[in-house]
């Protein structure tokens, strides 16, 4: 019995041991799987893609404009010497275009088409000699759904980063990286030997696959333990995804130093911001430089350490050389060329700002898990050209306000004169283009969808609307030709006196509605709204889509309330339409999983009618009269041409300007001012109409021009400018207006009385007997 004695300790030993052991397995089982599930999670958000609208070819397209060379190059499009005979390939010939389009996967087929061109404009789109009418190149990628704030970063696929830059990544930081399971021992060995050796740190022992397990899971402390958990999970990661897959997230997922207080993320955003080249546009040295900035990013940055970067470059490059992947001709060839590099000041990143919107909506229209699934793409409504122009626009329009004015210029970024430019299309009320401030690296404030400011004179269109869109019984109707006061009144609100002034004190008497509206005449807005009924107007703007507080006060009509402006700009969308309030502006067209189908949440939602085609029509009638012979007529000596209507923004303390304009095809809100609400003094026309006319104007341009579309339920008709009635041939002065059938004014009968019109009788009896 001896024996069982001894036996029955051990075996409970053996079974605690057991116990623990699995216990302690279950334990790393559960921490790996919830590791693994957190690297997922990130790893689908920074691979779910956000591209912007595709480029249209199409007749019409002003090429230059439109950057169709610049397009192709940032699609990664290789010009050929004859027909181009894969996609992504393009040839040039005696003006035209021929083009192999790439397409994408579910959306369209790769084909190749012809580009005819006359002046720098697209005038045909065929495919094998048919004429096709239009054709589109595959969308250029914005960003990634899972970027940080505050990062510049654009991610690339794998197949479009250069063969040199592949070499010299992984000779300067794991040149074994196809041949190990996630951990190098070899590597681990070699640069304890080489450590040792050396008595100091000179190599590291990581693969690319634990470096990218640290920055995605770990934190920075080195220690042991940190060590094992970076080999453990390197190997799972291993396990999890393929060797590309993992290659192509390293290289966008790298920290390449910093721009400003932005951090320079991923190889595709550092070719931008130090050589201002597309990342398959660098060179071996370029690449070899970039690759050995990866160690330390700022003690190697060619634009703070020229010398030392230099240096390092070469280490790459000799160690490229050593591994077999350089040859001695192009060795040499890289080291004699000079580092050029310097830092773009300028945001390399592309519409940052509608980025942020994008990932706002995602959450929004489309839930939080939206981006769980694999291989998600997100479409978005981003037009590449009108952005570009945009935020050219935004920075030369307050460089020449600050240059013309100096005491508007900031003591520092916090201070400097801000200004906002949304872009809409009015059938959709997608978003084109958004600028939310002069500079992302200062400020990722969205001023276009986060500030709340006061629009001024920008309102008034609903007011005017609300007047001439009047339902029976509503209150006194009201045509464009109809007369109205423009002189000083006092109202009594809440037991005190209120007195509207117009700008500048000048008050133009007796006007019509449509010179009141061009004029911006204050006193004459306020008597119409009184006239029509305050809840009229909170009403009407209600329905075009002001959604912010409305009070019925006289003050209301004149913009004392605040708005953001992409609220305003949303609201002016009816009157471009034909009468159609639009879903809510947006960012996001289609979320589509690889090879699946196309969400496009509330995308096709169809607007709801506000107000009629006619009643549409009359309004931008007035608001061209404003481009014609208001306000907004130095839009015309600022170069803009065609048809575009449009108001001006002015508050009375001078703190914000604005300008709210649009063609048959483009509606474009500029707000300027001070994020502190300083005033600066700029009317409208002064401060946000010459930047939305340098938008405006190129934006036209490259495209073909369009008029305004006359629907039925008009009549022009002519009428006497001094009475607003039907004008006879006896009216002094006369005019052509536009009316709402059935609201055309009684005839005049101030002029042509019974002497004028027995002298006109006696002239045509006259003419008879001459006969």
């Known amino acids: ?61 002003q090429l230059k404009i439109a950057d169709l060379a610049g397009t192709l190059t940032r699609l990664s499009y ?41 002046d720098d404009r697209i005038v045909r789109v065929t495919r094998d000699e048919r004429d096709i009418g239009a054709a589109a190149l595959e969308p250029e990628v914005l960003a990634s759904a899972g970027d940080r704030p505050g990062e510049d970063h654009r991610p690339v696929r794998l197949r479009d980063v250069p063969f040199s830059l592949l070499q010299a990544v992984l000779a300067a930081e794991d040149h074994r990286f196809f041949d190990h399971p996630g951990v190098d021992l070899r590597g681990l060995v070699r640069a304890a030997w080489v450590n040792f050796r050396a008595g100091r740190v000179t190599q590291g022992g990581s693969t690319i696959t634990q470096q990218l397990v640290k920055n995605r899971l770990l934190d920075p402390k080195r220690t042991f333990m ?9 190997t799972l990661v291993e396990w999890r995804y393929s060797k590309e897959r993992i290659l192509e997230a390293y290289l966008n997922e790298i920290y390449l130093g910093q721009r400003g207080p932005m951090a320079i993320r991923g190889v595709a955003s550092a070719s931008r911001a130090y050589f201002r080249k597309e990342v398959h546009q660098l060179t071996v040295a370029e690449a070899a430089l970039l690759a050995g900035m990866i160690r330390a990013p700022n003690t190697y940055s060619p634009t703070a350490n ?17 591994l077999g992947r350089l040859s001695d001709a192009d060795y040499e060839a890289a080291r004699r060329e000079p580092v050029r590099a310097r830092i773009v000041v300028a945001a390399s990143q592309t519409a940052p700002y509608f980025a942020d919107r994008v990932r706002q909506e995602l959450e929004a229209r489309f839930g939080n898990g939206a981006l769980d699934a694999r291989h998600v793409r997100v479409f978005t409504t981003l037009d590449l050209t009108l952005q570009r122009l945009a935020e ?61 400011r006061q629009p001024g004179s920008a309102f008034k269109p609903f007011v005017y609307a609300a007047a001439l869109t009047a339902p029976p019984g509503g209150g006194r109707g009201f045509t464009a030709a109809t007369f109205v006061d423009d002189s000083p009144l006092t109202l009594t609100v809440n037991g005190a006196p209120w007195s509207p002034r117009n700008y500048e004190d000048r008050y133009q008497g007796r006007v019509t509605v449509r010179e ?17 009924g305050l809840p009229t107007v909170v009403e009407r703007a209600r329905a075009f889509g002001i959604e912010s507080r409305l009070d019925p006060v006289p003050a209301m009509v004149l913009g004392s309330f605040e708005v953001t402006p ?18 809510p502006a947006h960012a996001v067209r289609a979320v589509q999983e690889r090879g699946g189908a196309i969400d496009t949440g509330d995308d096709e939602a169809e607007g709801k009618p506000v107000i009629s085609p006619a009643e549409a029509y009359l309004m931008t009638s007035l608001l061209e009269g404003v481009i014609k012979a208001g306000t907004g007529a130095s839009a015309r000596t600022l170069g803009v041409t065609g048809a575009v209507a449009g108001k001006t923004g002015t508050t009375n303390d001078g703190r914000d300007a604005w300008f709210v304009g649009y063609s048959p095809g483009l509606l474009a809100a500029v707000w300027v001012g001070y994020d502190n609400g300083e005033p600066h003094g700029l009317s409208g026309a002064e401060g946000a109409l010459p930047i939305w006319a340098e938008f405006m104007r190129p934006a036209l341009e ?36 536009i009316f709402l059938n059935g609201t055309e004014p009684e005839p005049c009968r101030e002029h042509g009385g019974l002497g004028d019109r027995m002298g006109e009788w006696w002239n045509r009896f006259r003419g008879w007997l001459r006969r």
């Open 702 to 737: 490259s495209v073909a021009p369009r008029d305004f579309t006359v629907p039925s339920g008009v009549t022009f008709a002519e009428i006497d400018l001094t009475n607003g009635k039907l004008a006879n041939r006896f009216c002094p002065r006369t005019g052509k207006e």
């Open 78 to 118: 290789t010009e050929t010497p004859g027909a181009p005979d894969a996609p992504g390939q393009f040839h040039r010939a005696e003006g035209d275009w021929e083009i192999h389009l790439r397409g994408l996967p579910g959306l369209s087929r790769a084909q190749r088409v012809r580009v005819e061109v006359r």
């Open 566 to 583: 992409l609220e305003l700009a949303r609201a002016y969308l009816p009157f471009v339409n034909g009468g159609r309030r639009t879903p």
């Open 226 to 234: 940190r060590k094992l958990d970076e080999a453990w999970l390197a």
């Open 516 to 532: 009141a509206l061009a004029q911006s005449l204050n006193a004459a807005t306020v008597r119409l709204a009184q006239d029509v």
């Open 306 to 322: 020229p010398a030392r970067a230099r240096e390092r470059r070469d280490v790459v490059l000799a160690r490229m050389r050593e």
């Open 392 to 452: 050219n626009a935004v920075e030369r329009g307050l460089v020449r306000l600050e240059a013309r004015r100096p005491q508007l210029r900031g003591a520092d970024d916090g201070h400097r004169l801000q200004a906002v430019l949304v872009a809409l299309d009015p059938t959709t009320g997608q978003i084109r283009a958004l600028v939310g401030g002069r500079n992302y690296q200062a400020s990722q404030f969205d001023r276009a969808t986060q500030a709340r």
């Open 1 to 61: 019995m001896a024996w069982a004695r001894t036996r029955r300790p051990r075996t409970l030993v053996a079974l605690g041991v057991a116990a623990v052991g699995g216990v302690a397995l279950l334990a790393l089982v559960v921490y790996s799987a919830v590791e693994l599930a957190r690297f997922d999670r990130v790893e689908t958000r920074r691979a779910a893609l956000v591209y912007a609208a595709p480029q249209p070819l199409v007749a019409g397209v």
